[in-house]
């Protein structure tokens, strides 16, 4: 029996929920994306097939159970996940309706947010595999094909929204002011969707702990007004979904997949939580991290914004991303799918709060990409940092190229894996560099850092090394390596990232 085909797909996504730089819309994007596969969806099959039975998560109750084989069904939903949508039709002309009926109501319940569609009339479920990549491929198409205007033109004589720069219209936001549709549709569920993850954490919290939309109390103090972006990605999950060769395969492992993020991201959760309750890096004695409270309860001094299939993206204070990124990954690797082992790589970057956030999440999704490079030649889960506070501009790479590299070498080391401890870049090697450097006089790093930046002859470098010695110090070793006599070895050196995290990775916690 061969079908009609929708796949749903939304597009720019991290535009839509990161463009902003309020806390409270990202949140709010994030929930919409996530409520357009449920509400948004069911309110159009209901309004196409009136009188028919519509259960959002009736795929994923029954895997096994192919509804559309019946003849009186006339839809089903394929999957939910990822950030997609499967749907099929028995009639290719209600799929054509259905695709009018759901953007419809997208314009008038997330204004601004862009959608493309896959759609193909000869699915076959005997030939899934073939299927879904014919599926895909229009997906592709109609995605440089279309470009849909989602937003409110805006005229001469209109008002600019202060939030989105787009059309500013009749709704206003706390501050009496008028904002666009786009603004006002993030703003509405942002309480709603902490609620919702309020719910999804559970026992977890134990009625002590909350989370907040305002990016002002994730526990930074003054001076230390830092803010992490954290990205983090499965590594292959393409391939796997793609090995499917039928819908209860493809199913399972959505699920599965799903299953694996949450579980990792409740296990970190609770590690902080342990943290918080037994180290004195948490202690409300210590100006380090300032734990503000809400309605009685502590504000984690984290912010889940995307969590869904192999993706996650959150919020913290700036001390702790490097730290939660590495947690929430050992965390995730501990788990497999169909007893095949998991890896994921993910990025952090490290800016001032009132940094732009858009530009800021762009900068972590970079670091993760890098990551994932190395982890496609050694199949492993790697994480990369960042930390602007200089003020450059351009691409990562621009900045790598032209600020973090000597006549010696490069000064940026990762990235750095998180599934070994035997490599020379482990997330274990930095640490114990971090730790090192704690115990050896400030102005002394200062100087090595100096060093780092300016010296044109590995010579001086050797001299600073045998100063040190004279005084009692050495420099951090990593087994097997010479940097501790040298400073740099083919062309780079593990000190200046582990100088740079010193005051981003608090010691209680390495």
Known sequence: MTLSAVLIDTVSIQEYIFLSNKLKENIGASYIVKKIYEDVLEETLKIAFKGSNVDIKAWEKETKKIKINDPKEKFEIGYIGGGNALILFKDKHEATK???????????????????????????????????QRLHESLRENKNKYFPNVTLPKYGFTLDCPRTNESAEHFKDDDEKFISS??????????????????????????????????????????????AIVHIDGNKMGEKFAKCTNLTEYRNLSISVRNATETAF??????LIEKIEND??????????KLRKEEDKIILPIRPIILGGDDITF?????????????????????????????ACGGVSIVKTKYP??????VAEDLTDRAKQISRKENGSYIDFFISSSGWSGSLEDIFNKHLSTVNGKLHFGPYRIDSINDEK????????IKEFKNIPKNKVMKLREILFKVTDKDNGKI????????????????????????WQNRETPYFDAIELIDFYPEGLL
């Open 98 to 132: 259905f695709i009018q009926n759901y953007t419809k109501l997208l314009l008038k319940k997330t204004p601004g947010l862009k959608t493309a569609f896959g759609i193909i009339h000869d699915f076959n479920l005997g030939d899934f595999k073939n299927s879904m």
């Open 182 to 227: 786009v603004a006002w549709a993030k703003l509405k569920f942002s309480d709603k969707a902490r609620d919702e993850m309020v719910v999804i954490l559970g026992d977890i919290l134990k009625d002590n702990y909350t989370l907040t939309n305002d990016i002002e109390k994730l526990g930074q103090t003054e001076g230390k007004d830092y803010i």
């Open 266 to 271: 409740k296990k970190m959760i609770e590690i």
């Open 280 to 289: 004195k890096i948490f202690d409300s004695k210590n100006e380090e991290f």
């Open 315 to 343: 919020i913290s204070d700036g001390r702790l991303g490097v730290w939660l990124a590495e947690t929430f990954i050992k965390e995730f690797i501990k788990q497999s799918i169909n007893s095949e082992s998991l890896s």
């Open 357 to 362: 956030f858009y530009r800021a999440y762009i």
């Open 426 to 433: 482990t997330i274990e090697n930095l640490k114990n560099i």
């Open 464 to 487: 600073f090394v045998e100063e040190l010695k004279v005084k009692g110090i050495n420099l951090p070793q990593i087994k097997g390596m010479y940097y501790h006599e040298q400073i």
